[in-house]
């Protein structure tokens, strides 16, 4: 298998501009989880999906953020408008929640957000 | 609640010498533990995990964890530090709903040549 797929890995944009982060779990997962990561917080989760639909939203920071999954083979995260702050890097991750805790990530992707 | 403590956001030691990475847990059911490492500008990738069974687990790079219910820990070791271990390594334990992970906030590890 390709393992976790995102796309793209950096972005730089400028803020107010919309983000879109895209994910492609791995086949046969059922839990797809997306992550935050900076320096001053650490690895944040986000949100959380179950057979493609959202299970827990209360790591979204703010209304600027959403999730989408539309299928089970993609999920996107998307930032509108985007502030600097919002600068880090964004994991997915993908489990088999039913058989294992154990998740799987993707390469990350970078947001510079100027 | 579930939470996990990581001893040490930073661990120095020198090429060869033993490395040992401290995680605490707290949990109110019996846990799933893991490990995971990350290297520079990478994903998150498992080094070894703890479900059931024997309380000593080994993983991949030489790495393995001991299971101490007595002591709520799970910390990681490796008898010699190479230079290629040189990562940030994060410790997790199962959480209460649906699968999630509840992670520590990891330890960065260094080696010295």
């Known amino acids: 298998d390709a393992g976790v797929i995102q796309s793209p890995r950096h972005e730089v944009t400028e803020m107010g501009q919309e983000v879109t982060l895209r994910c492609k779990p791995i086949?046969?997962?059922?839990?797809l989880f997306w992550y935050r990561q900076t320096m001053m917080r650490g690895l944040e989760l986000l949100i959380y999906?179950?057979?493609?639909?959202?299970?827990?939203d209360s790591g979204m920071p703010e209304d600027r953020f959403s999730a989408k999954m539309p299928n089970a083979s993609f999920s996107t995260l998307k930032i509108q408008p985007s502030e600097p702050r919002d600068s880090a890097v964004y994991f997915c991750?993908?489990?088999?929640?039913?058989?294992?805790?154990?998740?799987?990530f993707g390469p990350g992707t970078r947001l510079t957000v100027t | 609640a579930q939470s996990v403590t990581q001893l040490g956001s930073h661990v120095s030691v020198s090429e060869g010498a033993l490395v040992l990475l401290r995680c605490n847990y707290s949990?109110?059911?019996?846990?799933?533990l893991f490990w995971y490492v990350q290297y520079p500008n990478q994903g998150l990738q498992l080094l070894l995990k703890y479900t059931t069974g024997a309380t000593l687990v080994k993983g991949i790079n030489g790495f393995e964890a001991e299971f101490k219910k007595s002591e709520t820990s799970f910390h990681l070791t490796k008898p010699s530090a190479h230079m290629s271990d040189a990562a940030e390594y994060f410790c997790a334990v199962s959480g209460p709903l649906n699968y999630q992970l509840i992670w520590g906030a990891g330890t960065k590890l260094i080696i010295k040549p």
């Open positions: 999906f179950n057979n493609n639909v959202p299970i827990d």
């Open positions: 086949s046969g997962h059922d839990y």
């Open positions: 991750a993908s489990s088999l929640g039913q058989a294992t805790y154990e998740q799987y």
């Open positions: 949990s109110s059911v019996p846990p799933y």
